[in-house]
């Protein structure tokens, strides 16, 4: 048996580039591992089956979870290695909120796949686990990456930064709101589809990518990240579907203008920037220090009692899954 942590990520990062002709969205993102974490126990079984049991109502516990989907890809992509190898309970200990923008489902995946290469002894490299990770969301392949990243295509394309500081960060979400990713990015082509860039020749396309690449790597957030300026990157957190989230949801919009304002009660300096994560609706704050983050909680309950409001602190991690001892 194998227990694994799923860390949670947030997008410090997320700029929509235009259509795909895969028809995705290519993206230019920096994410972050923060310590909100599932736990996902892997316990092989004899016979040849996936069960998967979840103490979360709103979490699909048929094999459309996608932790049970990565059982099946990894059996489809490696038949000669998993063949002999009978079948897996999954348990999910779930911590991160559903549908909340901080790749909850992704990292269970993530963290499933991690966790059979070990139990099945399969010997596959991080790349290979990458690969498969990329067939079953774009969120994948951070997550078992982790730490600090620029992930550039759908998303899948992993570029490791390696020095980000260690913030702390409060989460917020209402438990009762989620957003569908399918509907945010659909939103948004309808919305800002005229501003994308033309779509590039097959041939261009490696060129163009390595230059938005190369824009974001000697960028103002990257060189903030590697200087651990934290003032920095707050101000250069940026999402460009906050665009349609938030008039849609102006219950996350009035979360944000709160949670701006609590992280400049009290304390001098104890807020640094506030944005949502991925297509939302959790809502971030970055903090200095833990105590600050808790500050920045108590502030935040003062303005807003209402107990469907969910409130998480953590830190910037430097892995997406760790095995639990
Ligand atoms: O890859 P993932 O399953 O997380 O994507 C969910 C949905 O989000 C996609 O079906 C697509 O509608 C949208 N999406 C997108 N462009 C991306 C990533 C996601 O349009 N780069």
Same mark, same amino acid.
């Given at each position: 048996?194998?227990?694994?942590?799923?860390?949670?990520?947030?997008?410090?990062?997320?700029?929509?580039?235009?259509?795909?002709?895969?028809?995705?969205?290519?993206?230019?993102?920096?994410?972050?591992?923060?310590?909100?974490?599932?736990?996902?126990?892997?316990?092989?079984?004899?016979?040849?089956?996936?069960?998967?049991?979840?103490?979360?109502?709103?979490?699909?516990?048929?094999?459309?979870?996608?932790?049970?989907?990565?059982?099946?890809?990894?059996?489809?992509?490696?038949?000669?290695?998993?063949?002999?190898?009978?079948?897996?309970? %999954?348990?999910?200990?779930?911590?991160?909120? =559903?549908?909340?923008? /901080? @790749? $909850? &489902?992704? !990292?269970? #995946?993530?963290?499933?796949?991690?966790?059979?290469?070990?139990?099945?002894?399969?010997?596959?490299?991080?790349?290979?686990?990458?690969? %498969?990770?990329?067939?079953?969301?774009?969120? =994948?392949?951070?997550? /078992? @990456? $982790? &730490?600090? !990243?620029? #992930?550039?295509?759908?998303?899948?394309?992993?570029?490791?930064?390696?020095?980000?500081?260690?913030?702390?960060?409060?989460?917020?979400?209402?438990?009762?709101?989620?957003?569908?990713? =399918?509907?945010?990015?659909?939103?948004?082509?309808?919305?800002?589809?005229?501003?994308?860039?033309?779509?590039?020749?097959?041939?261009?396309?490696?060129?163009?990518?390595?230059?938005?690449?190369?824009?974001?790597?000697?960028?103002?957030?990257?060189?903030?990240?590697?200087?651990?300026?934290?003032?920095?990157?707050?101000?250069?957190?940026?999402?460009?579907?906050?665009?349609?989230?938030?008039?849609?949801?102006?219950?996350?919009?009035?979360?944000?203008?709160?949670?701006?304002?609590?992280?400049?009660?009290?304390?001098?300096?104890?807020?640094?920037?506030?944005?949502?994560?991925?297509?939302?609706?959790?809502?971030?704050?970055?903090?200095?220090?833990?105590?600050?983050?808790?500050?920045?909680?108590?502030?935040?309950?003062?303005?807003?009692?209402?107990?469907?409001?969910?409130?998480?602190?953590?830190?910037?991690?430097?892995?997406?899954?760790?095995?639990?001892?």
């Amino acid at each position: 048996m194998l227990t694994l942590i799923a860390n949670a990520k947030i997008n410090l990062y997320l700029e929509i580039i235009g259509n795909r002709p895969d028809g995705f969205h290519e993206l230019v993102m920096v994410m972050q591992s923060v310590s909100l974490a599932d736990h996902i126990t892997l316990k092989p079984l004899k016979t040849p089956t996936i069960q998967l049991n979840c103490n979360h109502p709103q979490v699909p516990v048929d094999q459309t979870n996608l932790a049970c989907r990565a059982v099946a890809l990894l059996q489809k992509r490696c038949p000669n290695r998993t063949n002999c190898k009978g079948g897996v309970e %999954i348990t999910i200990d779930k911590k991160i909120p =559903v549908g909340a923008g /901080l @790749a $909850g &489902g992704s !990292a269970n #995946a993530a963290a499933t796949l991690f966790g059979l290469d070990v139990l099945w002894n399969l010997g596959l490299t991080r790349t290979e686990l990458q690969d %498969i990770g990329a067939e079953l969301g774009s969120d =994948v392949p951070f997550c /078992l @990456a $982790g &730490g600090c !990243a620029i #992930a550039t295509g759908r998303g899948e394309e992993v570029d490791p930064i390696a020095q980000s500081p260690k913030l702390s960060v409060v989460l917020a979400k209402y438990a009762s709101l989620s957003v569908s990713t =399918v509907w945010a990015y659909q939103t948004y082509r309808q919305q800002f589809e005229h501003t994308y860039r033309p779509v590039v020749q097959p041939t261009s396309d490696a060129v163009n990518l390595d230059e938005r690449r190369s824009r974001l790597h000697s960028g103002p957030m990257v060189k903030a990240l590697g200087h651990h300026r934290a003032t920095d990157i707050a101000a250069h957190l940026f999402n460009d579907l906050e665009k349609v989230v938030l008039p849609a949801h102006p219950q996350v919009a009035h979360l944000k203008q709160v949670m701006t304002a609590a992280s400049h009660l009290g304390q001098a300096g104890s807020g640094l920037g506030t944005l949502m994560s991925g297509s939302g609706p959790t809502v971030f704050t970055l903090a200095e220090t833990p105590a600050q983050a808790e500050q920045i909680v108590h502030n935040i309950r003062q303005q807003i009692s209402d107990p469907d409001l969910q409130l998480h602190t953590a830190q910037f991690t430097t892995q997406g899954i760790e095995l639990k001892n």
